[in-house]
Every structure is written in C-alpha cells, then in structure tokens.
C-alpha cells in the first residue's frame, strides 16, 4: 500500500516589509489597534509589476523541488491553489509550470479556489493521486499577492491590515512506509454565507445572489447592458472592488469549525491531542490560533504562528509557516503534525501527517 510523504518544502516572502505604522499614515488605524485585534506587526508586498503570485510560487517551488531530491522535469503534476491569481483566466498552474520550464512534459496543472483552505484541499486532492499511484512527484503551491488588490483607505483598514504576499510549496511523493506521511484529510463546506467573507466584484453574477437574498445594494447592474455588467463605474465609486468581511462573525465560526475538523482528524485515526507534535494552523488571526491553542491543551512551542510576521497570507500561509517550523528543526521525522484551515466560501479542512 502507497501513502503520501513531503518529501520536500520551500517558501518565499518578498523583501519590502510593511508595518503597521506604514500603514497607519494613509488610513486611520494604528499599531495598538491592529496588534490588539490580529497580533499582526507587520507584513510583506511583493514587488509591483516585477513580483506576481506565479513568480512569487515559482521561487518556493524550486527550493521544495531542490530538497526533494529531483530534478524540476521530475514533476507529474501541478496543483496551484490561491485566491489573487495572476489572470481571471487561465490559471497560475500553467504560469507556474511555463516559469519553471516544463512545458515540454506537457503534465496536468490543476488550479484550486478555495481560499484560506487552498492548501488543505490541495494536499488531500494531491493525497489521492498519489497513493492511487496515478503520480509519483506532485508540486503543490499555494501563493498569493494580495497588496494588488487592497482597499488602502480608511474605508477598507479592516480587511487590508490584515493580508500579506507570500508563496509555499511541497512536493509530495508515494512511500510504502507505513505509518508515514498523510494519515488522513478532512474537507468541509458551507455556502449559506458566502458574502460574509468575499471577493465579489468584477464578476460574471450580475447581481443576481444579492436579489436572491434580498440585498438591495445597487451595483450598476439595473440598466447596464451586456458586456457593460462586469465592472461598472458605481462599482468603482462605491468600493464594491475590494474584498468584504464581516469580521465578528467570522471569527464567531472559526473558533467553531477549527475545534470540530482537528477532533474529526483524532477520531478517524485513533490518535488524541496529546499525541499532536507540531499544531501548523491557517494564519488568519492570532486570536484565533491561540483560542485552537488553549483548547488543544498545547505548548507555545508545540504551536507554530508566523502571522506577527506575514500577516494573513492565505492559501500560501500552511505551506509558509510548515516550511519555516521545519527550518527551524521543530518538526523532525516521526512527529505528528496537525494543520488546519478555515476561510472564505465557507471552506474549512484538517490533515495529520506523521512527518
């Protein structure tokens, strides 16, 4: 029998550091005020117009591939998950395969939206391809360049303080070492409040899920014209171009979800909390990881928070923080790593794997 290994890990953050007294002097916040309510101090942006999500994957990518042990040709697969593409279409996986160039192999590259969770629901896509033994080298990305497409006024401070750019990658690999690599996978959903946490114009909707339910917000859609709906000028006026968020409610879930996904990865596997080695969760709010933190009974230093430092950078932060933990010789073979996400859609996961 097949199981999933890492069998390589590589991150990048752009240079440009971004604190919160950067910020505070083209919005009304203050370091006090986003420390308080995130834990983040500060963040990185890529370079504009020399920096993109691909590039930005690309350079984590060629260090997973490097400490892998093969050669970038070796790769049978792409999985490139993110929020903050490079184009509405395509993807960034072909990007991605054509700036690593391996276009010659022509392999599959599968692009995946499931923002904060991106990472999860890419390792366990990956997970099955390769203990099927469809695949044998799997590069999983997740990366994003969120400082394109931030709201940097007053009026959008509860959601731009937040994120940052980053990229991570693994490469994953078949083992027949038993009790190795991926035990298991937990994916999870639920559409009922997509709009509390969302990205939602331009897009091909055309106003239609905010009449569903009864939202009057007049986006420019009543007498726009087809080919005129995609990005209208009241958009524009209005702000409706930047990502929302109800952030109370959010983390009213998240604290919930987080909990109920890692107990499910427990229960499947038969292990318990105290078995847990190394907890890597989704860098969306340090409030939120120490809340998992408390209720798991874990250490400081069985918990692996970077978002001090990066901020929330979404389906890049897992692979980001994992790698960095590995760096620093906190996660050795044999532990039990536990990693677990929640976001936009909503969209939450949870995977051990035995490292």
Not at 101 to 117: H, P, W, Y
Not at 129 to 144: D, H, I, Q
Not at 251 to 270: H, R, S, W, Y
Not at 328 to 345: E, I, M, P, R, T
Request: charged content about 25%.
């Amino acid at each position: 029998m097949l199981y999933t290994k890492v069998a390589g890990i590589g991150h990048y953050v752009p240079e440009e550091v971004v604190t919160n007294n950067d910020l505070a002097e083209v919005m009304e916040t203050s370091d006090e005020w986003i420390q308080e309510r995130t834990g983040i101090r500060e963040r990185r942006y890529g370079i504009k117009h020399e920096e993109t999500t691909t590039t930005m994957g690309v350079r984590a990518a060629e260090i997973a591939i490097e400490r892998a042990g093969i050669q970038k040709e070796d790769v049978d697969f792409i999985i490139f998950a993110t929020l903050s593409p490079d184009y509405y279409f395509p993807g960034c996986g072909v990007l991605l395969q054509r700036e690593l160039g391996i276009t010659k192999t022509e392999v599959g590259a599968l692009d995946i939206r499931n923002q904060c969770s991106g990472f999860i629901y890419g390792l366990s896509i990956a997970d099955q391809f390769v203990k099927t033994g469809m695949y044998k080298n799997v590069l999983l990305v997740g990366a994003e360049m969120h400082s394109m497409g931030l709201d940097f006024s007053t009026r959008g401070r509860n959601v731009t303080v937040i994120f940052g750019d980053g990229a991570g990658a693994v490469v994953l690999q078949p083992t027949e070492e038993e009790n190795r690599g991926i035990l298991t996978t937990h994916l999870h959903s639920d559409g009922t409040y997509a709009e509390k946490l969302a990205f939602i114009n331009p897009g091909a909707h055309g106003g239609y899920h905010h009449k569903k339910m009864g939202n009057e917000v007049d986006y420019g859609y009543k007498d726009a014209k087809y080919g005129e709906m995609f990005l209208t000028q009241t958009m524009m006026d209005e702000a409706h171009i930047y990502p929302n968020m109800e952030g109370q409610f959010v983390f009213k879930l998240a604290v919930q979800k987080f909990p109920e996904v890692i107990q499910e990865a427990l229960d499947k596997t038969g292990l318990t909390k105290e078995d847990i080695d190394m907890f890597v969760p989704h860098q969306a709010n340090l409030r939120i990881s120490q809340f998992v933190q408390k209720r798991l009974g874990l250490r400081d230093d069985q918990v692996w928070n970077n978002i001090q430092k990066y901020g929330n950078t979404t389906a890049a932060s897992i692979p980001i923080a994992l790698c960095e933990a590995f760096e620093a010789g906190k996660v050795n073979k044999g532990d039990l790593v536990c990693l677990a996400a929640f976001g936009s859609g909503f969209t939450w996961g949870s995977a051990l794997i035995r490292w």
